[in-house]
């Protein structure tokens, strides 16, 4: 450093204090050309570097299948069959059985709320009916629109004689179940020889996911769609942030406010078909490229306020204003003029 200001800090007695420690350095009178007065007794030094950086957070979080969801039948009559927990169910599956006929699984986000046969008004829920057929393979209508035609009625016979159900060529909303696509059925409410109208099952979505907890205030590291990295049993497993919640909760534990944060895992086997495993997740939301970088307990607080580093060239020490960037990982990154990679600076870690 130089001027006035240079000068001040390193006179004989003055003190300057090291981040990251609770003790004062008091430095021994120095000439003018940044040559000890006395011998100093051996320090601590570390290199100074280029690296790349990274701002980072640490969360802890469940490894899972995301939210429940509750599903319920409308079908009167007396359930005789039900899935088990753990199984899968996609379009067109049997969801559940009443009067030892099918209930199938439909997709989609419109409650069906009507019936529907020939001659009905238009309306969505149609071109939703058609969505599906044509999906199981029973089209002959064109590309589905919002019009029930003697072809919609004969696509849906055609599906009602696959399922073993009268050939009406009309469509109950009792019929069907509505989900949003493929499911994973977590656990079972309805009873076999119970009501077929009622709860009859909850269920996840089937993709890996984490739902982390993260410091309210650290929400900002949090993105959707960035990659984190996720510690799994001793593995490191990479996922995507596919959704942030809006609202924050006090933890019970801490009684800091958090957000949840859903992780969809990159490589859904690789996590394996665990459920409710406490997992650690670590956010990156910056990445500084190519950067001087010094330990954080090579920082010295200045009394006037700003940073500096001590340089050592062969027992030879002196005090280097520097400008400080990103914090991570018990590093700093530091940016000086004649500060360069190579050189060593006294640190207490």
Same mark, same amino acid.
């Given at each position: 450093m130089t001027g006035k200001r240079g000068r001040w800090f390193i006179a004989a007695g003055a003190t300057v204090v090291v981040l990251g420690t609770t003790s004062a350095v008091v430095l021994?009178? &120095? *000439?003018?050309?940044?040559? @000890?007065? *006395? +011998? =100093?007794? @051996? &320090?601590?030094? +570390?290199?100074?570097?280029?690296?790349?950086? %990274?701002?980072?957070?640490?969360?802890?979080? %469940?490894? $899972? !299948? #995301?939210?429940e969801s509750t599903l319920s039948g409308k079908k009167n009559g007396t359930v005789t069959w039900l899935p088990g927990r753990g199984d899968v169910l996609g379009r067109g599956k049997t969801a559940y059985t009443v009067d030892a006929k099918p209930v199938p699984l439909f997709y989609g986000s419109l409650p069906f709320y009507r019936v529907l046969n020939d001659g009905v008004d238009k309306g969505p829920d149609v071109k939703e009916l058609e969505?599906?057929? %044509? *999906?199981?393979?029973? $089209? #002959?209508?064109?590309t589905p629109d919002e019009k029930f035609t003697s072809a919609t009625a004969a696509a849906l016979k055609r599906w009602q004689k696959s399922l073993g159900l009268e050939q009406t060529g009309s469509f109950d909303p009792a019929d069907?179940?509505?989900?949003p696509g493929?499911?994973?059925?977590?656990?079972?409410?309805? /009873?076999?020889? #119970? @009501? #077929? =109208?009622?709860?009859?099952?909850? !269920?996840?979505?089937?993709?890996? &996911?984490?739902? *982390?907890?993260l410091d309210a205030t650290k929400q900002s590291v949090a993105v959707k769609g960035a990659k984190v990295s996720v510690s799994l049993n001793g593995r490191t497993l990479t996922g995507t942030v596919t959704d942030i919640g809006d609202t924050a909760a006090e933890d019970k534990e801490t009684g800091k406010a958090k957000v949840t944060v859903q992780i969809q895992m990159d490589d859904p086997a690789a996590a394996g078909d665990v459920v409710d495993v406490p997992v650690s997740v670590r956010f990156t939301k910056e990445v500084h490229q190519d950067v001087l970088v010094v330990p954080v307990g090579a920082l010295v607080a200045l009394a006037e306020g700003g940073y500096a580093v001590e340089v050592d060239e062969q027992g030879k020490r002196r005090l280097v204003g520097v400008e400080?960037?990103?914090?991570?990982? $018990? /590093?700093v990154e530091v940016k000086a003029a004649g500060l360069h990679a190579g050189q060593r600076v006294v640190t207490t870690s």
């Open positions: 021994t009178h &120095v *000439a003018s050309g940044g040559e @000890p007065a *006395a +011998a =100093a007794k @051996p &320090v601590a030094t +570390a290199e100074v570097t280029k690296s790349d950086l %990274k701002e980072e957070e640490n969360a802890t979080g %469940k490894l $899972g !299948y #995301g939210k969505e599906n057929l %044509k *999906a199981l393979g029973y $089209g #002959g209508f064109g069907v179940v509505l989900v493929e499911i994973r059925v977590s656990s079972v409410a309805g /009873q076999l020889g #119970g @009501p #077929g =109208a009622g709860e009859v099952f909850k !269920y996840t979505g089937t993709a890996r &996911v984490v739902e *982390a907890e400080t960037g990103l914090f991570s990982g $018990g /590093q």
